[in-house]
């Protein structure tokens, strides 16, 4: 055994204190650097708080007994572990996939009262948004496609907003108002279906139409309509302009010129 009530001292460089029976413990100092270096299993630092700091004292690492590890930059702590996991104060950035798979209903939240929430509840994928408007951003194209590449919508920047069917185009917005399209080969009259206005309501008297203003100047507009008959069955095709019926064209093929004086 060695006892001492002083330091002890290795005046050469490159010297070692060495421990265990094989040597497995060696401390040194080779004239750069300093060294702990163990060649057994493990080497275990044991503390009920153990600080790992700079030579100016700033931290690197500190460990809590029953608590937390802390991590620092410059002296100011960036990661703590806690009891429900972990906390990241500043940016976190990964250099590859960011992995939340262990369950479902795992939430992503953002915002300072948790506002914007995405998850994946196990049957659906879900971006939701509890306060103000949910808005989607880019500097060039907005694009909602299918994950086989089909298009629902597309945003063109500067330009069109266009809706399809089955990756077909049906609507677009133009400069000056919107296109319908369809590239429907039947010759039936009843399928030529390129744009359908439908009231879903089957009462008596209902209607369903399109009017076609120009300008705001009242009673200059005129309106094309499909009227149900007052006993709930049957139609006729309604031409008017502002409130006013001017040719009428019943199921029948009949057509009527109202007299409005």
């Not at 915002?111 to 808005?135: E, K, P």
Request: charged content about 20%; glycine content about 10%; aromatic content about 6%.
């Amino acid at each position: 055994d060695l006892f001492t009530t002083g330091d002890v001292y290795l005046k050469n460089d490159s010297k070692k204190l060495k421990l265990g029976a094989s040597d497995d413990l060696q401390i040194y100092h080779d004239g750069s650097h300093s060294y702990i270096q163990d060649s057994s299993n493990e080497l275990r630092v044991k503390s009920a708080l153990l600080r790992l700091r700079a030579s100016n004292d700033d931290a690197y690492i500190t460990c809590v007994e029953d608590g937390a590890v802390n991590l620092y930059f410059n002296n100011s702590k960036k990661f703590e572990t806690l009891s429900g996991g972990a906390k990241v104060t500043g940016e976190l950035r990964v250099t590859n996939h960011l992995v939340m798979n262990s369950a479902d209903d795992q939430i992503i939240y953002l915002g300072a009262g948790n506002d914007l929430q995405i998850y994946h509840n196990g049957t659906n994928s879900v971006i939701q948004n509890a306060t103000g408007n949910l808005d989607i951003k880019s500097n060039n194209n907005v694009q909602l496609m299918t994950d086989d590449g089909q298009f629902h919508l597309k945003g063109t920047k500067n330009d069109s907003v266009a809706l399809y069917y089955d990756d077909n185009q049906k609507f677009e917005t133009t400069s000056t108002g919107v296109t319908v399209q369809t590239n429907n080969s039947s010759t039936t009259e009843s399928n030529a279906d390129t744009l359908i206005v439908r009231n879903t309501n089957n009462g008596a008297s209902t209607y369903a139409g399109i009017r076609l203003e120009a300008g705001s100047v009242s009673g200059s507009d005129f309106y094309i309509s499909n009227k149900k008959h007052s006993a709930g069955s049957g139609a006729e095709l309604l031409i008017g302009q502002g409130t006013n019926e001017r040719l009428k064209i019943t199921e029948q093929g009949q057509i009527q010129i109202p007299d409005n004086g």
